[in-house]
C-alpha cells in the first residue's frame, strides 16, 4: 500500500509541476501572440492604440499581475478553459480539441494496443522456438520493417493501394459527403478510412514489439528457474508462458505505457500524410497558424497523458512484480 | 537405484571439434545412499548431473550411454514419459543463489505448480505438505507466504531442498548447493541434508568442488577428472588419504587446523584440452608418481576393496594391487 501511496502523490506532484511549466514558459518567450498579429497587420498599415486594444480584447491577453495570472490559469485549466482558438476563432480550444480527440484516440490507441499484444505474442513464440523456421523469418522480417522510415510506408502505401489500386481512400477521416453522427454510413465510413493510416502504423510499429520481447525472453530463458521448471516436469504452457513469458514482459511494460501516453499527441507523421483530423493534425495547424491558446492546451493534454501512462504503469508493475512493491532489496 | 553406463557427453561448438566434457563414466547409486561427485571446476560434474536427468541442450550436446533408473532408461525415454519421471523420482537442487526460483511468484505458488504438473491436490492438503516440508528444512511455515528476493541465500537454498522432497522423490542431485554460502550455513545445510536423507530414506548424488565438505556428510565419494571418474571410494578411505595421485594431491590442499604450521599445496599444470583425444591417463602431464605406461594407455578401472580406480600404480603395469599398502 506505501509504494502505491507514494506512486499517487508523486503523480499529483508531477501533474502541478507540469501545469505550471504550461503556464510559465509561454511568459518566457519574448513578446506575445497580440504583438506578433499587429506586426503582421502593421505591414498593411498602421494600428492605433485602441485597435491595439481591441486586438488583445478579443485575442483574451492576460491582466493583471504574474501571481494573479497564475491562479487564474490554474482555475481555468480545472474548468477545461483554455481560451479561444486563433485559427478556428471564435471557436473555444476544448472544443476544437475534444473534435480531434477521439479520432487520434481509437484509431493510433487501438493499433497501438493490438500491435503491442500481437508483436508481444509473436515474440514470445519466437523466443520459444528459437532457431527454427517462424523465428528466423520473423526476426529478419521484422527488423527490415521497423527500419523504415514511417512516411516512406505511409507514402508508399497511398500511392499503391489509395492512387494505384483505388481500394482505399488517400486523405482524410471520413467520407467528405458525410458528416459526423453515429450511423452506419458515417461509422462505415471512417473505418474505411481508417484502415490504411491503421495498417501502416501496424507494420512500423509491431517490429519493435516482436524483437523487444524475443529478446527480453530469450535472455529469461536462460535463467535457473526456467531450468528448474523443466526439471520439475512443468508443462510446456507453464514454463513458456508463467515463468518466461511473464517475466520477460516486465521491462516491457514501463516501454509500452511510454507509448499509449505518446498516443493523444497523435502520430504527428501519420496524421500529416493522411490528413487525418486527430490530434497531430491539430498541433501541426496550430503550429502553423501560430495559434498559441490551442498549442498549450495540446502540449498540456500531452503531458498529462504521458504522465498519466506512466503513472499507470508503475501501479500495474507494482502488481507484476512483487520486488518493485516492497521497495526490498534483491 | 540409479545405474550410469558408459555415459558421453560431447558439446558441439561453433567452430572445430566438439568438446568432449564427460568420457564415457559409468557408477551406480544405490538405494538410500548419500554419494558425493567432486572435481575441480570444468571437470564435467555438472554436465554429469544434468545429464542424467536429461535437461542438457539437445541442440548442444550429444549424450550418449545408458541412465537407468531402477532398470528404465532415461536416455530414450518419450518427453511424455520423461515429464512424468521428473520430481516424482528424480529432483535437483540447483545452487539457491540468485534465480533458482521464478521471481514473481510466491513460494507457496511454485511448490503449488510442481504438485498440480504431477497430480491433483486439494488446495488444503497442498498447503499442509508445503509447511511440513518447510519445517523440515527449519524454516517458519510463513515463509512458503514470501516471495523469493524476501528470503536470505541461506533460506533459498533451504527452500530449494524442502521444494525437492515435496513429490517424496528417490533420487536428488544436488548440484554445488552450498557453493555461494558462508562456511556456517553451509555447514548447517549440509547437517540437515544428511539428517533428512538418514529419515526420510532416498539418495543423494551431492555434486561439489569442496571435497572436505563431501567426505563430511558421503558415504561414498568419486572423484572425477577431465570427464572421467578416476577414483570411486569409500569416504572412509579417502579420509586416510585416497590412492589415485590425483586425489592425494586434492586432499593435500587442505591445510590441517591442528597443526602448527599449515602447509598449502596446489596441484601444478592444467587439465587437459579436452576438444582433442586423451592419450593415456588424462592426469599423467601433472602426476607426480606417472611413468612410462600413463601416457601411452588409458588405465582400466581396477576393483579395490570398498571401491575402484583408474590409474597404473595400480594395475599389472607396476605389478598389481598397491592398495592398502
Redesign the interface.
Known amino acids: 500500500m506505501k509504494y502505491f501511496m507514494r506512486k499517487i502523490v508523486f503523480f499529483i506532484v508531477t501533474i502541478w509541476i507540469a501545469i505550471t511549466l504550461n503556464f510559465i514558459l509561454p511568459r518566457l518567450m519574448p513578446g506575445n501572440p497580440a504583438q506578433a498579429m499587429m506586426s503582421k497587420f502593421a505591414q498593411q498599415g498602421a494600428i492605433t492604440p485602441s485597435q491595439e486594444h481591441a486586438l488583445a480584447l478579443m485575442l483574451g491577453m492576460p491582466t493583471g499581475s504574474l501571481w494573479t495570472q497564475y491562479w487564474q490559469y490554474l482555475l481555468h485549466v480545472c474548468e477545461g478553459n483554455f481560451g479561444v482558438s486563433y485559427s478556428f476563432y471564435p471557436v473555444k480550444v476544448i472544443t476544437v480539441i475534444a473534435g480531434a480527440l477521439p479520432w487520434t484516440l481509437t484509431l493510433v490507441g487501438l493499433v497501438t494496443i493490438i500491435q503491442f499484444v500481437v508483436g508481444t505474442l509473436l515474440g514470445v513464440y519466437a523466443a520459444w522456438h528459437r532457431g527454427r523456421k517462424f523465428d528466423s523469418v520473423a526476426t529478419v522480417l521484422f527488423s527490415f520493417t521497423s527500419a523504415f522510415p514511417y512516411f516512406w510506408i505511409a507514402l508508399l502505401f497511398i500511392y499503391l493501394f489509395g492512387y494505384i489500386l483505388n481500394w482505399f481512400p488517400i486523405s482524410g477521416g471520413y467520407s467528405g459527403s458525410l458528416s459526423p453522427a453515429l450511423n452506419w454510413s458515417f461509422v462505415g465510413s471512417a473505418l474505411y478510412h481508417s484502415i490504411l493510416p491503421a495498417l501502416t502504423i501496424f507494420i512500423t510499429g509491431i517490429g519493435g514489439s516482436l524483437l523487444s520481447m524475443r529478446n527480453n525472453m530469450i535472455n529469461t530463458l536462460g535463467e535457473d528457474y526456467i531450468l528448474l521448471g523443466r526439471a520439475e516436469g512443468l508443462s510446456e504452457t507453464v514454463i513458456s508462458i508463467r515463468y518466461a513469458a511473464r517475466n520477460a514482459l516486465l521491462p516491457i511494460v514501463t516501454n509500452f505505457a511510454m507509448t499509449l501516453g505518446m498516443v493523444v499527441g497523435g502520430s504527428l507523421l501519420m496524421e500529416t500524410v493522411f490528413a487525418y483530423p486527430g490530434m497531430g493534425y491539430l498541433l501541426s495547424t496550430a503550429l502553423s497558424n501560430q495559434d498559441y491558446p490551442l498549442l498549450q492546451a495540446l502540449f498540456l493534454f500531452i503531458t498529462v497523458s504521458v504522465l498519466l501512462a506512466n503513472f499507470a504503469a508503475d501501479i500495474v508493475y507494482g502488481f507484476l512484480d512483487p520486488r518493485v512493491r516492497r521497495g526490498g532489496a534483491r | 537405484m540409479l545405474e550410469v553406463k558408459d555415459l558421453r557427453v560431447n558439446y558441439k561448438t561453433q567452430h572445430g571439434r566438439p568438446v568432449t566434457a564427460v568420457r564415457g563414466v559409468s557408477f551406480t547409486v544405490p538405494d538410500h545412499s548419500f554419494v558425493g561427485l567432486v572435481g575441480e571446476s570444468g571437470c564435467g560434474k555438472s554436465t554429469l548431473g544434468f545429464a542424467i ?1 536429461r ?1 542438457l541442450n539437445v ?1 548442444r550436446n550429444e549424450v550418449s550411454g545408458y541412465v537407468q533408473l531402477n532398470g528404465k532408461e532415461l536416455l530414450t525415454m518419450s518427453d511424455r514419459e ?7 523420482k ?3 537442487v ?2 539457491g543463489g ?9 513460494i507457496k505458488q511454485q511448490f503449488m ?2 504438485m498440480r ?2 497430480g491433483k491436490f486439494r488446495v488444503q492438503d497442498m498447503v499442509e505438505r508445503i509447511g511440513y516440508l518447510l519445517e523440515q528444512v527449519k524454516l517458519d511455515r510463513e515463509v512458503m507466504e514470501a ?1 523469493p ?2 528470503l536470505s541465500g541461506g533460506m533459498k537454498q533451504r527452500v530449494a531442498i524442502a521444494l525437492s522432497l515435496v513429490l517424496e522423490p528417490e533420487l536428488i542431485i544436488l548440484d554445488e548447493p552450498t557453493t555461494a554460502l558462508d562456511v556456517v550455513v553451509q555447514r548447517a545445510i549440509v547437517d540437515m541434508l544428511q539428517d533428512l536423507q538418514r529419515r526420510m530414506k532416498f539418495s543423494v548424488l551431492f555434486i561439489s568442488h569442496d571435497l572436505g565438505l563431501v567426505l563430511e556428510v558421503a558415504q561414498r565419494v568419486m572423484v572425477m577428472y577431465a570427464g572421467d571418474i578416476i577414483e570411486d571410494e569409500s569416504a572412509d578411505v579417502l579420509l586416510k588419504g585416497g590412492n589415485h595421485p590425483y586425489t592425494k594431491a586434492l586432499l593435500n590442499c587442505y591445510g590441517d587446523p591442528q597443526s602448527e604450521e599449515v602447509r598449502l599445496v596446489g596441484i601444478p599444470g592444467a587439465p587437459p584440452d579436452l576438444s582433442q583425444p586423451v592419450v593415456g591417463c588424462a592426469f599423467a602431464p601433472r602426476c607426480a608418481d606417472a611413468f612410462a605406461p600413463c601416457t601411452l594407455h588409458q588405465p582400466p578401472r581396477v576393483k579395490t576393496e570398498t571401491g575402484s580406480i583408474c590409474c597404473h600404480l595400480y594395475t599389472e603395469m607396476k605389478g598389481g594391487s598397491k592398495i592398502g599398502n
Open positions: 536427468s535437461l541442440k520423461l515429464r512424468k519421471l521428473r520430481w516424482s528424480i529432483a535437483i540447483l545452487q540468485m534465480n533458482a526460483f521464478n521471481p514473481v511468484l510466491k505448480d510442481v504438473a504431477h516471495y528476493h524476501e
